[in-house]
């Protein structure tokens, strides 16, 4: 089948109006090792996972990743050192970037590492931005831009390339917006700016909304060769769309942990970020390794991934339901795996290293036996299909591979 054969066979919606890909580079930012660590259920990963996930990170394209808060105290500078130097002594294809709020004593041991380890450090300066932290905090206006003043004059005094954060952005009023990044545009050390639905309050409209305005702001400011970034969190279950909305937008680049781990609901998952960016096709990188990537997040912080994860859950590409599995067996046997992973499947799982899987249970047809029986190298005889499809039909549940293997394998030592 030619590939103008497969397109006629799926008519796209997502495309009937105007899905232009960003005239911009995409740009991604792995916030796993740092903000995802803030999870409450997370234990801390070994420094050996650590560096593993930064190669498989490197190994799909993403080009940023922030790798800690050294201000945290010693331990974090440890462990953040050694994580730069893996970068540069295996020769990554990441540039690190580091947690600091807008106070010199975070920023410091940031300058210390970027000498240390010869490597740049691009400095994540945070500070909250909306009325309700404001007053919470018993902050004024004039003192948050003292503190980030006097943080990005430190910045630019060590050298630091600083990317300029601001909390809560979404929920932030824009004569505050515009008096903190104001200051920020006014140092040259300032690359970035990055703006964050750090309590997940943001819908798509409202991330267009804000990173348009902020497109804006920068061009008034004369400072467009600085970038604009998005930090998105899942409060809403938001997070994907709302990135893609801040891309779309203008932003260039996405931030995101495997798995969306992070605080409370957690932060937009970088893993279905790019699984969505490749099927827009404004990607082009090899995902077959986000599988290991999602899997290694998950064994290294003790965060299960859900059976039902999007991709990459147990039960995403299995199905025993006799219609469904049916269909994908008929493209199989057409000798055509390109049919066999859409005919039911809106997400191609071969494109992520993956494969369709057809399973035994109540809901399934004879159809589904017979393929499992071939494909664990049973012949398919009649009494060997109809006792297996009874055993399923009498099931609570999907049959366990090694319940059918003990099934078939007591058929094969009755029959004559």
């Known amino acids: 089948m030619t590939d103008q054969d497969r397109s006629e066979l799926i008519y796209d919606w997502n495309v009937v109006e105007d899905l232009t890909p960003p005239r911009h580079a995409i740009e991604l930012d792995d916030e796993t090792l740092r903000d995802g660590l803030q999870c409450p259920s997370v234990k801390a990963p070994s420094l050996e996972d650590r560096i593993r996930l930064l190669r498989l ?192 937008a203008g932003a260039h680049r996405l931030h995101g942990t495997g798995l969306g781990i992070g605080e409370r609901a957690g932060n937009c998952p970088m893993d279905l970020l790019l699984v969505n960016l490749k099927l827009a096709g404004w990607i082009d990188q090899d995902l077959t390794k986000l599988g290991e990537y999602v899997e290694l997040t998950s064994q290294a912080t003790g965060v299960p991934i859900p059976v039902g994860y999007p991709v990459f859950g147990r039960d995403a590409f299995e199905t025993g339901t006799g219609v469904h599995a049916a269909a994908v067996i008929k493209a199989q046997q057409k000798g055509d795996e390109w049919l066999a992973n859409r005919v039911y499947s809106g997400v191609p799982a071969d494109d992520f290293g993956l494969e369709q899987i057809i399973r035994v249970g109540p809901m399934s047809g004879k159809s589904n036996v017979v393929h499992w029986l071939q494909t664990h190298d049973y012949e398919p005889t009649e009494q060997r299909v109809e006792q297996l499809f009874l055993a399923a039909k009498d099931a609570d549940k999907l049959l366990e591979d090694s319940e059918l293997h003990t099934l078939a394998r007591t058929i094969t030592t009755e029959t004559p």
């Open 57 to 248: 990170m490197s190994d799909l394209g993403i080009r940023y990743a922030n790798v800690g808060l050294p201000g945290a105290g010693p331990h974090v500078v440890d462990v953040v050192t050694q994580l730069v130097l893996a970068i540069r002594d295996d020769k990554l294809d990441i540039e690190p970037n580091c947690a600091a709020r807008t106070i010199i004593a975070d920023i410091a041991p940031v300058a210390e590492i970027q000498q240390k380890t010869g490597v740049r450090i691009e400095t994540s300066t945070f500070i909250g931005s909306s009325q309700i932290r404001a007053y919470t905090e018993d902050w004024d206006l004039q003192t948050m831009l003292k503190h980030s003043v006097a943080a990005l004059k430190f910045a630019e005094q060590e050298n630091l390339d600083v990317m300029f954060v601001t909390e809560d952005t979404t929920r932030a009023h824009p004569d505050t917006l515009r008096a903190l990044y104001g200051a920020a545009l006014d140092s040259p050390a300032t690359k970035r700016i990055c703006f964050c639905d750090t309590v997940g309050h943001s819908i798509p409209e409202g991330a267009a909304n804000l990173i348009r305005w902020a497109t804006e702001f920068v061009k008034e400011q004369g400072r467009e060769d600085v970038k604009i970034d998005w930090h998105g969190h899942m409060d809403r279950g938001l997070g994907v769309p709302n990135s893609v909305a801040a891309l779309r």
